[in-house]
């Protein structure tokens, strides 16, 4: 038999990509954001997340080893990853045990538990993050302004202020990062150059982050504003709180988000729906972190009403 008509088995696509390839350059479009965090509030961010990273890879070799799976794995990125995400989601005045603590339930609980990068069910930095908001709720809203600003700790977030009143925040102000909040959530212009190199190398696409914002965006236009219908403040919404860093680096995790452009899309109509809904209604003004959270409990049923027909299968009837 001629060998050109021998099928292999699948699959039968490949790619030059490799987990330890994505995860890397995806650390390194986050290093814009870090740099700005630093810049931003000084280098206590630095150490955040120095230490974080750190218990995060310390943690990993010591689950592997204790497996025996092989502490090698560790130098996939994913580790570090995690523990760079955790940080940017912290504020940059936390005492130094509190990323430790963090980290540790990120990789133990978060991925460990379920068998480690591939097979958690929620986005590890984030669930390390809710741990740390529901166990010091204090350390995780002490906000600390930009370090030019004299008053170097802030009592509330440009989100938090809004709720109680009209904003007196400028735009371009909140696009560089002049204000409180987390380390690496701050700078958008910072995120945005790490979201373009992300687009660029086709790690990630468009239809969740895109469709997050615009959600957000289009909910807080409708029903966000003080003088009635379709009178909020969409770009506020956008430029405020951890939504750009949630949108582009955190929702997109391949493990814990769909598989396809339409679930994908379902994806992020949830997480931008369920973000407003915190940020409108509760008392804790941002929900980028629970909303996110929560769609990836859902991926799995969306994945299920969201595959592609088979090819060559014949519908019933």
């Known amino acids: 038999m001629d060998e050109n008509l021998i099928v292999s088995v699948g699959p039968h696509i490949k790619d030059t990509a490799t987990t330890k390839g994505i995860m890397w350059a995806v650390v390194f479009s986050l290093i814009p954001a870090g740099i ?12 955040v997340m120095m230490v974080s990273i750190t218990a995060a890879v310390l943690t990993e070799i010591s689950i592997l080893a204790f497996r025996r799976a092989g502490v090698s794995a560790v130098l996939d990125g994913s580790a570090i990853l995690t523990g760079l995400l955790l940080a940017y989601n912290l504020p940059p005045g936390v005492p130094l045990w509190l990323p430790v603590v963090g980290s540790i339930f990120a990789i133990a609980i978060g991925k460990q538990v379920f068998g480690g990068l591939g097979h958690n069910i929620f986005n590890p930095a984030l669930a390390g993050r809710a741990f740390l908001m529901v166990s010091w709720p204090v350390y995780m809203t002490t906000w600390q ?6 008053d170097a700790v802030s009592s509330a977030t440009p989100l938090a202020i809004l709720k109680e009143a009209p904003s007196t925040f400028s ?8 204000r409180g909040g987390c380390i690496g959530e701050v700078c958008i212009a910072a995120l945005l150059i790490g979201a373009a190199f992300l687009f660029l190398r086709k790690i990630i696409t468009w239809h ?15 029903f966000n504003g003080r003088a009635g219908f379709f009178s909020g403040d969409a770009l506020f919404s956008i430029l405020t709180g951890g939504l750009a860093l949630g949108a582009f680096f955190m929702a997109t ?15 992020g109509f949830g997480c931008g729906m369920l973000t407003f809904v915190i940020r409108k209604f509760s008392g804790y003004p941002e929900g980028v972190s629970y909303s996110i959270l929560i769609m990836n409990s859902a991926a799995p049923l969306i ?11 014949v519908k019933k009837g």
Do not use: E
């Not at 700005?36 to 150490?47: D, H, Q």
């Not at 735009?171 to 002049?178: D, E, K, R, S, W």
């Open 145 to 150: 302004n930009p370090r030019w600003v004299p």
């Open 36 to 47: 700005g965090g630093v810049f931003i509030f000084g280098l206590n961010s630095l150490y």
């Open 303 to 313: 994945d299920k009403y969201t595959h592609p027909r088979w090819f060559g299968r």
């Open 208 to 222: 969740i982050p895109i469709t997050y914002i615009a959600t957000v965006a289009l909910l807080s236009r409708m």
């Open 253 to 267: 995790d391949y493990v814990t988000s769909p598989l396809t452009a339409r679930g994908k899309i379902i994806f």
């Open 171 to 178: 735009y371009i102000g909140l696009f560089l990062g002049n």
